[in-house]
T-cell receptor, first 114, second 110 residues
Framework: DGGITQSPKYLFRKEGQNVTLSCEQNLNHDAMYWYRQDPGQGLRLIYYSQIVNDFQKGDIAEGYSVSREKKESFPLTVTSAQKNPTAFYLC?????????????FGPGTRLTVT | GQNIDQPTEMTATEGAIVQINCTYQTSGFNGLFWYQQHAGEAPTFLSYNVLDGLEEKGRFSSFLSRSKGYSYLLLKELQMKDSASYLCAVRDRQGGKLIFGQGTELSVKP
């Protein structure tokens, strides 16, 4: 079955620690995205990637970093510089960025930093 | 600027019809998406409109008016499982990215 996996579903960290959230897709999609969702709010774009070895900042990239070394994988690192890291993080992919196809979402990772 | 507005909450009765509105002001337009999201889960795709008019898909329909910057999602024969958040998202012409509204939390009551 093709899809997007994110792990773990729940993640707990102490303040000041960096943490990496994984995202893997086997849909052969070129474009991948990371969103953050806070209670009662819509999705906000953190980073996106159109192709391997290339990625762009979204609307709220500060305090986050990504890499795209393989087509299937787009891990997100939440650094200690991110002031309010506790949130629900969603990874998505689509066939391409500049085409009119929907984005497919992974199940999400709920990160709690204390 | 970019702005997408949806009502925060709506309540409807099982078996009824509900219309969820979305208005948008964006620097470009290249299509509008509706997603459904159950609590704590991933959003799932419902519909896509790029031309004016109504798109029907089973119990769900979506309408777009580009001149008015307006869309709605119509849900018929409501079921309890339709209780969820409904997200409106506009594709930005420049970058192809999606801009999401805050979502409308729909509660379906017996």
């Amino acid at each position: 079955d093709g899809g997007i996996t994110q792990s773990p579903k729940y993640l707990f960290r102490k303040e000041g620690q960096n943490v990496t959230l994984s995202c893997e897709q086997n849909l052969n999609h070129d474009a991948m995205y990371w969103y953050r969702q806070d209670p009662g709010q819509g999705l906000r774009l953190i980073y996106y990637s159109q192709i391997v070895n290339d990625f762009q900042k979204g609307d709220i990239a500060e305090g986050y970093s990504v890499s795209r070394e393989k087509k299937e994988s787009f891990p997100l690192t939440v650094t200690s510089a991110q002031k309010n890291p506790t949130a629900f993080y969603l990874c998505a992919s689509s066939i391409g960025l500049l085409v009119s196809y929907e984005q497919y979402f992974g199940p999400g990772t709920r990160l709690t930093v204390t | 600027g970019q702005n997408i507005d949806q009502p925060t909450e709506m309540t409807a009765t099982e078996g009824a019809i509900v219309q969820i509105n979305c208005t948008y002001q964006t620097s470009g337009f290249n299509g509008l998406f509706w997603y459904q999201q159950h609590a704590g889960e991933a959003p799932t795709f419902l519909s896509y409109n790029v031309l004016d008019g109504l798109e029907e898909k089973g119990r769900f329909s979506s309408f777009l008016s580009r001149s008015k910057g307006y869309s709605y999602l119509l849900l018929k024969e409501l079921q309890m499982k339709d209780s969820a958040s409904y997200l409106c998202a506009v594709r930005d012409r420049q970058g192809g990215k999606l801009i999401f509204g805050q979502g409308t939390e729909l509660s379906v009551k017996p």
